[in-house]
């Protein structure tokens, strides 16, 4: 009896009955049909219970879960369910979805034609990696009496892992291999010059670029030679993620740390594509979760593996560690990416002794970040007193960061400083820009 429900129909039907009671005080004859009313509620209500528990197998339902989620991104949950009643069904399904999204309130009601099936699916979107776990999907079929409603249980207890952002990998992809990147209209990155190694030399044909002409092979054959060269490859790309407090901040539900790792993933997959190298590490008061960089089959698998259940620690980043394990490990130049976020140029000031030291034997980028609410007070016109002081806050501190990247590039470090939301699209435009201009 613990799958049986008893519906609204049923106790709205009783209080029905119970006003003709009341009105049978007055109106005598009213009792009979009372009692007729009330004894056909409770046959209809018996009918309906044989009706759906005579068959143990009148529905068959299936949650059909993706292989993993995607952090941040819309992720599609489907549900079949196949009707093998005689009748038509009315269906309420309740999915215990995992708690982290703390969804209350998740019903979703269907009709089903006998013998038909349906399928349907519904959407989460998760904000934080790690694992969920989901609890059972329960299905509460009702007759065409609707008296009661009758519990199947199906799929309890399946965990899902939740990685960093994939499912636009694609798409970025796409965009690389064309130099291009849509935000707010085409950026186009320019190639300034040759970042190529040497393949072969062949005979000129119309088209060939006349500065990479080889003279003295023309003169040895008398015939237009010219040197063919194909993109360099097996540069090295290290992503650094700091996982120190500053990088709990929440921006649209995803902290900076989450934005940081979203990036990575879509970086590592361009670099990949490319043909270099990719590596990564964490940082807090210590390094962790490094990945050697390396373009064999399988990387951009074990750098998800690494990015998939890391946490902030609160703690006060150790950017002396980070400097002293980067000089140990990355023993060659390499194109190093470091994602933090500093507030004011005294942050700075007391790490770039460490900076400087990377960048002394790499090419160093640092990423950080803008404050979309201070953005939104920078863009809007102020009508109060506290509006206006708002505004000149928001301008102090957006000043404090174009300090920040002037103080940068006084010491050779390039920078990247963007919106949360664009992180993605501008580190891999400055990877592009990098690699077109040459200067790895």
């Not at 015939?223 to 500053?246: A, C, H, Y």
């Not at 963007?418 to 891999?428: A, D, G, Q």
């Amino acid at each position: 009896m613990k799958n049986l429900f008893i519906n609204n129909r049923f106790f709205f039907t009783l209080i029905g009955v119970g006003i003709l009671y009341v009105f049978a005080f007055f109106f005598p004859f009213l009792m009979i049909v009372g009692h007729a009313v009330l004894l056909l509620v409770f046959l209809s209500a018996m009918v309906d219970y044989l009706l759906l528990f005579r068959d143990k197998d009148g529905i068959l339902a299936q949650r059909i879960l993706p292989e993993k989620l995607s952090n941040g991104d819309e992720n599609a949950v489907k549900v079949d369910i196949k009707n093998n009643y005689s009748f038509k069904i009315d269906t309420k399904i309740i999915d215990e979805i995992p708690f982290q999204f703390q969804k209350r309130d998740f019903l979703i009601e269907k009709q089903i034609e006998s013998g038909k099936n349906i399928l349907f699916q519904y959407i989460l979107e998760p904000k934080e990696r790690g694992e969920y776990s989901f609890g059972a999907l329960n299905v509460f079929v009702s007759s065409p009496f609707g008296f009661v409603s009758k519990r199947f249980t199906f799929q309890k207890n399946a965990m899902l892992p939740a990685y960093p952002s994939f499912v636009h990998l694609r798409k970025y992809e796409l965009m690389a291999l064309q130099n291009e990147f849509l935000l707010g209209g085409i950026k186009k990155i320019r190639k300034l010059g040759h970042t190529m190694e040497f393949e072969q030399i062949k005979e000129y044909v119309p088209g060939d670029d006349v500065r990479t002409i080889n003279w003295k092979a023309t003169s040895k054959t008398n015939r237009l030679m010219v040197n063919q060269f194909q993109d360099e490859k097996s540069q090295r790309i290290f992503m650094l993620i700091d996982k120190g407090r500053t990088m709990k901040m929440p921006f649209k539900g995803l902290s900076l740390l989450d934005y940081s790792i979203n990036a990575s993933m879509a970086l590592s997959h361009i670099i990949l594509k490319k043909g270099d190298r990719a590596g990564m590490m964490t940082f807090s008061k210590k390094t962790e979760n490094k990945v050697a960089a390396d373009n064999k089959s399988g990387q951009l698998r074990r750098i998800s593996e690494a990015l998939y259940n890391i946490k902030t620690d609160f703690f006060e980043s150790d950017f002396n560690r980070l400097y002293q394990d980067v000089k140990y490990s990355v023993n060659q130049r390499s194109l190093v990416l470091l994602f933090t976020n500093f507030e004011t140029l005294d942050a700075l000031n007391r790490q770039m002794k460490y900076l400087r030291g990377i960048a002394k034997n790499h090419l160093l980028v640092v990423v950080f970040f803008k404050n979309s609410e201070l953005q939104a007070l920078l863009h809007k016109n102020p009508e109060s007193m506290q509006e206006i002081y708002d505004e000149v806050i928001a301008e102090k501190f957006e000043f404090e960061k174009k300090l920040i990247i002037q103080e940068l590039r006084k010491y050779g470090i390039y920078s990247v400083y963007t919106l949360p939301e664009n992180l993605n699209v501008e580190v891999i435009n400055k990877y592009l820009e990098i690699k077109a201009r040459g200067i790895l």
